[in-house]
């Protein structure tokens, strides 16, 4: 069964820095493309970024373009999110997700939460 | 920018009744691009439906996805205690490829 694993939540104040990790296992994850949705508290769902499986290209939402970094380690079978100038508003749940490659996420990890304050 | 508008916000329905969910985009899309998640409390999304009407993998045959153009919908056909969730709709949005999601419906037990 594909498992995701999402890690490097936590608390920061705002203008601060995180970086989240989610780690694949049970599938050829070079082959996919990879996404990063988040929730905030409360809320819906709101896609964040995805990354080709060669990472040769990237996207990112307008809320975050500038900000934040998507990046993956094929050898490592791991996905990254750089997070800059963190505001309040980027709290949340951080998901990664699976890209099935025929128009949707197929899989979603747990989640890690990020906290954005003083 | 294609917006995805989920109807009603809360769906209050007792366990044996059939929830119809509906999902329209500002624009006419291809069903080809069309999902539906379910998220309990607590809980990361999972996927039920795909290119409008596709069951994944496992999901019981409760579960029916349909429409076409701009109007979608979801639809269980006897609520069980389980089914209890906020559902949401994906699309998938060609150029550039990335994703928006509707605001999500909530089912709650009445």
């Known amino acids: 069964e594909v498992q995701l694993v999402e890690s490097g939540g936590g608390l920061v104040q705002p203008g601060g820095s995180l970086r989240l990790s989610c780690t694949a296992s049970?599938?050829?994850?070079?082959?996919?493309?990879m996404s990063w949705v988040r929730q905030a508290p409360g809320k819906g769902l709101e896609w964040v970024a995805n990354?080709?499986?060669?990472?040769?290209?990237?996207y990112y939402s307008d809320s975050v373009k500038g900000r934040f970094t998507i990046s993956r380690d094929n050898a490592k079978n791991s996905l990254f999110l750089q997070m800059d100038s963190l505001g309040a508003g980027d709290t949340g749940i951080y998901y990664c997700?699976?890209?099935?490659?025929?128009?949707?996420?197929?899989?979603w990890g747990q989640g890690t939460l990020v906290s954005v304050s003083s | 920018e294609i917006v995805l508008t989920q109807s009603p916000g809360t769906l209050s329905l007792s366990p044996g009744e059939r929830a119809t969910l509906s999902c329209r985009t500002s624009?006419?899309?291809?069903?080809?691009?069309l999902a539906w998640h379910q998220q309990k409390p607590g809980q990361a999304p999972r996927l039920l439906i795909y290119?409008?009407?596709n069951r994944a993998t496992g999901i019981p045959d409760r579960f029916s996805g349909s429409g076409s153009g701009t109007d979608f919908t979801l639809t269980i056909s006897r609520l069980e205690p389980e089914d209890f969730a906020v559902y949401y709709c994906?699309?998938?949005?060609?150029?550039?490829?990335?994703?928006?999601f509707g605001q999500g419906t909530k089912l709650e037990i009445k």
């Open positions: 997700a699976r890209d099935s490659g025929n128009y949707f996420n197929d899989f």
């Open positions: 049970e599938f050829t994850f070079y082959r996919y493309w």
């Open positions: 990354i080709k499986g060669d990472a040769t290209v990237k």
């Open positions: 624009q006419s899309v291809s069903n080809t691009y």
């Open positions: 290119g409008a009407s």
């Open positions: 994906q699309l998938f949005v060609s150029s550039p490829p990335t994703y928006t």
